[in-house]
């Protein structure tokens, strides 16, 4: 399977004719989504959705189909009849000829005052990848490539790094990181590594790696 990262926290999946991607949000390019088969969305904060996005994608793909939770289905449904499928922690699906597995329900603490929104998280093929959305989830099954948000209001790098240490990936690539500036990433790069008990790798955007 081939990883590719896109800005924040985008990422597009790859193998045999199928291509997955997953939150294109207005912090990531504004083709993050066009050659997609399947678009999933985690939750619907704007950093990982974002209409005009999903839009190019649907448009330059007539065949391309969503799956995401109810809250950012009904925002879409009615422009695209047939092709957004609504869906919620325990279901399972096939996704451009990727196995998938949704895993939570809630959006992390920001903070007491914000009240909470629904987030899932996909576990693809069996645990090749595990993207969380905006949420420490951990699924009830193992993982070898943990797509880890590394920067975000709702975390700090102590919960990061035992996030790491709880799910036990065999790796993990960085997202969440548009907040993160090249001056912190060294810090994050030397505790992550050091602490996480796992290989800690970092993609810059439009890099891809095999998973």
């Known amino acids: ?6 800005s924040h926290a985008c990422i597009r999946l790859e193998k045999d004719a199928g291509t997955l991607v997953i939150d294109p949000g207005t912090f990531s390019e504004e083709d993050a989504a066009v050659g997609a088969d399947a678009i999933l969305v985690t939750h619907e904060h704007p950093d990982h959705f974002d209409e005009e996005r999903l839009r190019a994608g649907m448009e330059a793909n007539p065949g391309a189909e969503i799956w995401t939770l109810a809250s950012v289905a009904e925002k879409i449904s009615a422009a695209y009849p047939g092709r957004v499928h609504t869906i919620g922690h325990g279901d399972t699906f096939t996704a451009a000829g990727f196995d998938v597995q949704v895993h ?9 005052d914000i009240p909470r929104i629904t987030n899932v998280g996909y576990l693809i093929d069996g645990g090749k990848v595990f993207h969380p959305g905006d949420a420490l989830t951990v699924p009830d099954h193992p993982v070898e490539t943990l797509m880890l948000p590394v920067m975000a209001p709702w975390n700090k790098i102590a919960e990061v790094i035992d996030y790491v240490r709880e799910v036990k990936p065999r790796r993990a690539y960085d997202i969440h990181d548009a907040l993160l500036t090249d001056l912190a990433r060294p810090i994050y790069d030397n505790q992550i590594g050091a602490l996480g008990g796992a290989e800690h790798l970092r993609l810059t955007p439009g890099a891809s790696a095999q998973v």
């Open 1 to 6: 399977m081939k990883l590719t990262k896109k």
């Open 104 to 112: 939570g329900e809630l959006h992390a603490v920001i903070h007491p």
